[in-house]
């Protein structure tokens, strides 16, 4: 069974650094992209940026890129979303997903649960 | 802004069919993917591709596309389709990918 299981909820303050995971299992974790979708309190789903664990290969959203790093470690089939410095508006959830990507389509398959951020001072 | 315009709220009466719609310039060559999301829950994907439904999600819930839209239709909606729906696709301003604003979509 496929599964993307993430870390628990953070409460952090403004210009803390903060590092959330992302654990795949069950499918070869090294084959397909990870991607981080933000959804801010009552709004909706952006995407952030994906990574290909197989090698690392990255891309962001304009929006998100200098903001935010994505990473993983194929070693223990985990990807990463971080901080080096808080602000009030990175307060959100937080998604991981499997996405495929093809020629003409791309999707999510499979989601985490998701990781509640809390950024106040 | 999102570059994927999706009406913010759409209603339908019980077991009526309705359809969501998507538009962006991408979808003329990219078809979209569409996500159910409830009330503190992850998203789950409902359709992808031409028009294909992931294992699990009612043959009620189908896909199309005609030049720059995408649709999402639900032939006899239920009350438990009662969710905010989200399409994905390229982008064509430079953003890798791209989800529509979302639909709520009331089940009268």
């Known amino acids: 069974e496929v599964q993307l299981v993430q870390s628990g909820a953070e409460v952090k303050k403004p210009g803390e650094s903060l590092k959330i995971s992302c654990k795949g299992s069950g499918y070869s974790f090294t084959s397909y992209w990870i991607g981080w979708v933000r959804q801010m309190p009552g709004k909706g789903l952006e995407w952030m940026g994906i990574?290909?664990?197989?090698?690392?290969?990255?891309r962001y959203s304009p929006s998100f890129q200098g903001q935010v790093t994505i990473s993983a470690d194929k070693s223990i089939s985990t990807a990463y979303l971080q901080w080096s410095s808080l602000k009030a508006s990175d307060t959100a959830m937080y998604y991981c997903a499997r996405q495929h990507i093809g020629y003409s389509s791309s999707h999510f398959d499979y989601w985490g649960q998701g990781t509640l951020v809390t950024v106040s001072s | 802004s999102s570059e994927l315009t999706q009406d913010p709220a759409v209603s339908v009466a019980l077991g009526q069919t309705v359809r969501i719609t998507c538009q962006g310039d991408?979808?003329?060559?990219?078809?979209a993917s569409w996500y159910q999301q409830k009330p503190g829950q992850a998203p789950v994907l409902v359709i992808y591709?031409?028009?294909n439904r992931p294992s699990g999600i009612p043959d009620r819930f189908s896909g199309s596309s005609s030049g720059n839209t995408a649709s999402l239709t639900i032939t006899g909606a239920q009350a438990e389709d009662e969710a905010d729906y989200y399409c994905?696709?390229?982008?064509?301003?430079?953003?890798?990918?791209?989800f529509g604003g979302g639909t709520k979509l009331t089940v009268l």
């Open positions: 990574i290909y664990p197989g090698d690392s290969d990255t």
């Open positions: 991408s979808l003329r060559s990219y078809y």
């Open positions: 591709g031409k028009n």
């Open positions: 994905n696709s390229r982008d064509s301003s430079g953003n890798p990918w791209v």
